[in-house]
């Protein structure tokens, strides 16, 4: 894959950054605003497959290698699921563990220490992991999908 | 309110047909992505209360009316959440379907050289 | 024991994503065999340990619906517990058989990742309590499935993986249709909740177009006609201990059992459903074993046994629906009913799994799937000839084998409950199944030897081992029948009580009780 024009390399490098920082803002207040771990997952591909449209494949998988999709897809999910079972330490399966002991018990709706980012116990960890693992799950389609060579066309006229 | 759900069956009903008429494998895939679009919006109209807002809880809604009282409101008046998370849930669903479709339109063709589907019979019986 | 519950689907999932981890990093292979065995054996001793447990629901994350929380809830009741033991059964002996069988493909650990992931998804659809939770994970085992179909990449497989994951798609659209309606009409997901409105419910026209939909959604996934199309020619596409995984259980925990769960626990048994069951069956059951007779593919033959038999399970629900509705119904008959059809899942998911594991195995040695090139093998393949033989015994229904209890249970109760002429139609096509399996063995089994496999050896020992333990299952299953239907601890009794509460089966088979 070759790469684009020099106006697309340019506007890329400079953008990329904020598109991996507005990413990152989804994934982190998925349980204050709309968004949350998938959404803000594919905004972070998103960034790397601009990437790998502008500058061409060679250039990327010199920055991210060829395993890492798979490696970062696969500790995503082991550490979503690590959250799960580390509920069982305070009781059930995804039970909510980070939950600050002063509101513990409470009524869940009007607790003192809403709307903050630390508010939402165990949420934000499944968030994060659960973006790691749409990123590198998505670029990893990206790369399989363009690595297609049309098949020579059979003979006619 | 049933001019909505009319639009979700015609929906289906396209994407019915391109699934059995169609003899492009790509024209295909898209017709299994609009019978799910389909069945996402459907879920959709179903949360809807008319006249209600968007279910997103703002400090601002606590400080004005007290917090019990404002959990309560915001239950009765906003549009229903829960039929969002299946939406969620079920258009993730529907991008690993189509990712996996693509990739096997892709082997297809590498295999038989072309995307129409008259082309592939070499299972019969 | 209750918090095992959800370990259940975590422990495969787990399993599954170490897989490309260790493929990326180019760990050894005994590496991967050894994580993949010990990850089915330990599912097998989970379920096995659920027998017999009185659990209730499990409330994931502590939030259990009080308050006017939305929970979401894990239930296994015994109908929960037949099915984790026959997938987790079925799993491990198809792990065994594919150490050797996949080294001749591509690559082992994306194998086991996908095959994992179809685990844990039909364990999901076992536990499901709740409508939206059955369907993702419905969706996760079939989507693992639609890929695992497509693994050998030849143009053939991709062909009919392609048909497969069309028309499932389809149908998990239409089964999310239903689930919509169903959550529109009741406002709640879980199924008990949904179950206790539903006598506030009867006669409305948007419970019976749900109904269709799931009809329509969860009759494709079983491979009913006039849904069947896409088995054919997926089945024996796929490579041999996925063929057995999925006709041995994927078409049971996706579509019949879903079927069951939907039309029994949550719909509730009425006379349109148990009609539409009846008619489905009775349909797949002619058309499936009218269409094999004609075959010389050999996996292709069995593909079409499947959908038969599948028939059998779904009229057997059928005719227990219509008994349980009726005003007069005698639950004894209904009990009976269910009964057979679920000790008839249980029977196919063994000697089904061990048909297709010894197509493999012969296909492994020989290099064909054709019947008319194949001939002789007892005398160079003697297990896999003597498993085949065992298998193809308990399908046609030859006592004392497995085969022959399921389906005398299924036709005494179409005649008690008065469908002479389903009983009548049941016995015709076990004696169908009972002509083609004849031919099989006597082309693969029996016979001479043709030269060009004059060399063929005996499969490696996992292979063996996997086979033999089939074979042992199906035996021991017909042997031991009176041990399985032991009230409310034998597997199968707390299965049928689950959908038909309050029935002893057992009385009407072992007493010879009238109704």
């Not at chain 1, 500790?75 to 002063?102: C, E, K, M, W």
């Not at chain 3, 591509?106 to 998804?121: D, E, P, Q």
């Not at chain 3, 008990?192 to 009809?215: C, R, S, W």
């Not at chain 3, 199968?492 to 109704?515: F, K, N, R, S, T």
Request: charged residues 10%; neutral net charge.
């Amino acid at each position: 894959m070759r790469g684009m024009s020099p106006i697309v390399r340019t506007v890329t490098s400079l953008v990329s950054g904020f598109i991996l920082l507005y990413g990152i803002y989804v994934v982190l207040y998925g349980h204050l605003t709309p968004g949350g771990g998938f959404a803000g997952g594919v905004v972070l591909a998103c960034c790397f497959i601009l990437m790998v449209l502008a500058f061409g494949a060679p250039f990327v998988h010199g920055i991210v290698s060829e395993r890492a999709p798979y490696l970062w897809d696969c500790i995503g999910a082991l550490a979503f699921l690590a959250v799960g079972v580390l509920g069982y330490y305070s009781g059930q399966f995804f039970h909510n563990f980070l939950v600050p002991a002063a509101s513990r018990g409470a009524d869940p709706t009007v607790s003192a220490g809403n709307y903050k980012l630390l508010s939402s116990g165990i949420i934000l960890p499944c968030n994060v992991a659960i973006g790691i693992k749409v990123m590198a799950c998505l670029f990893g389609v990206f790369v399989v999908l363009a690595a297609f060579r049309p098949a020579p066309k059979a003979q006619e006229d | 309110m049933t001019a909505p759900y009319v639009l979700t069956m015609v929906l289906l009903a396209i994407g019915i047909y391109a699934i059995a008429c169609k003899r492009n494998l790509i024209k295909v895939v898209i017709g299994v992505m609009v019978a799910e679009y389909a069945v996402n919006l459907f879920l959709i109209l179903l949360g809807y209360r008319t006249g209600g807002f968007a279910p997103i809880r703002t400090e601002a809604m606590d400080q004005a009316a007290g917090a019990a009282e404002a959990a309560k409101s915001f239950a009765a008046a906003s549009v229903d959440p829960l039929p969002q998370a299946l939406i969620l849930t079920s258009i993730v669903i529907g991008l690993g379907v189509v990712a996996l479709l693509a990739a096997m339109a892709i082997r297809l063709h590498e295999k038989y050289g072309t995307f129409d589907v008259s082309e592939m019979r070499k299972l019969q019986g | 024991m209750e918090s095992t519950l959800p370990i259940l689907v975590a422990l495969p999932l787990a399993v599954a994503f170490v897989m490309p981890l260790l493929e990326k990093l180019r760990e050894p292979e005994w590496l991967i065999d050894l994580i993949a065995t010990l990850g089915s054996l330990g599912l097998l001793v989970l379920s096995v340990r659920l027998v017999g447990a009185e659990v209730g629901p499990y409330w994931m994350g502590g939030w259990d619906g009080t308050g006017g929380v939305f929970g979401i809830a894990l239930k296994c009741d015994g109908l929960t517990r037949l099915m984790l033991v026959t997938i987790s059964g079925v799993a491990f002996v198809a792990v065994l058989f594919s150490l050797a069988y996949m080294r001749r493909y591509t690559s082992k650990g994306f194998y086991f990742c996908l095959f994992f992931l179809m685990v844990a998804g039909m364990n999901g659809v076992a536990l499901a309590g709740d409508m939206f939770n059955l369907f993702v994970f419905l969706e996760v085992a079939a989507i693992s499935s639609y890929a695992l179909v497509a693994f050998g990449c030849e143009s053939e497989e991709l062909e009919a993986s392609f048909k497969y994951l069309v028309l499932g798609g389809l149908a998990s659209t239409f089964v999310l249709f239903g689930v919509g309606i169903l959550y529109n009409l009741t406002g709640t997901l879980n199924m008990d909740q949904i179950h206790a409105q539903m006598k506030g419910l009867a006669g409305n026209p948007a419970l019976y177009v749900a109904a269709g939909f799931f009809v329509m959604g969860l009759g494709l996934k079983a491979a009913m006609v006039p849904f069947h199309a896409w088995l054919p020619d997926a089945h024996p596409s796929a490579p041999a201990p996925i063929s057995a995984m999925l006709s041995g259980v994927l078409i049971k925990a996706l579509g019949v059992y879903t079927l069951a769960r939907v039309f029994f626990s949550v719909l509730g048994p009425a006379p349109e459903y148990a009609a539409v069951l009846m008619a489905l069956g009775a349909l797949s059951m002619i058309a499936g074993v009218l269409l094999a007779v004609g075959q010389w593919d050999f996996k292709r033959l069995l593909a079409y046994h499947s959908i038969s038999q599948m028939g059998y399970v779904v009229l057997a629900l059928g005719i227990g629906a219509a008994v349980l509705s009726r005003p007069g119904g005698s639950r004894v008959v209904a009990g009976l009913a269910i009964f057979g059809g679920l000790f008839h899942m249980f029977n196919h998911a063994a000697f089904k799994s061990l048909l297709f594991l010894c197509s493999g195995a012969t296909e492994y040695a020989t290099g064909t799937r054709q019947l008319k090139e194949l001939g002789g093998l007892k005398h160079r393949m003697p297990v896999t000839s003597a498993c085949c033989r065992v298998a193809s015994l308990s399908i046609a229904g030859v006592p004392p084998f497995n085969g022959f209890w399921s389906k005398l249970i299924i036709i005494v109760a179409a005649v008690q409950a008065g469908y002479l002429w389903l009983g009548a139609l049941a016995a015709l096509v076990a004696f169908l199944t009972l002509v083609s399996f004849v031919k099989v063995q006597r082309y693969v089994v029996c016979g001479e030897l043709p030269e060009r496999h004059a060399n063929v050896r005996e499969v490696p020992a996992s292979m063996c081992v996997a086979m033999v333990i089939l074979a042992v299952v199906c035996l021991g299953a017909g042997l031991l029948v009176p041990y399985m239907m032991a009230p409310h601890v034998g597997l199968l009794d707390q299965a049928a009580e689950a959908l038909a509460p309050g029935v002893e089966a057992v009385e009407v088979v072992l007493g010879g009780v009238a109704p």
